[in-house]
């Protein structure tokens, strides 16, 4: 694994546990934290297998 792959790994879970947590604060609705999700997770995959 490239270290762009091993920043990828890290990162999306935190983004995924902070969506989540924001979402529980009442913050995001919960469209905003299905497309949050979606997002990172996507761009993840598609960075992830480019590098």
Do not use: E, K
Not at 24 to 49: K, N
């Amino acid at each position: 694994m490239t270290d762009a792959q091993i920043g990828l790994a890290i990162t999306t879970p935190l983004l995924i546990g902070f969506s989540v947590m924001l979402y529980r604060m009442g913050v995001l609705q919960r469209y905003s934290l299905v497309t949050a999700l979606a997002a990172s997770c996507a761009i993840c995959g598609i960075l992830y297998l480019q590098q």
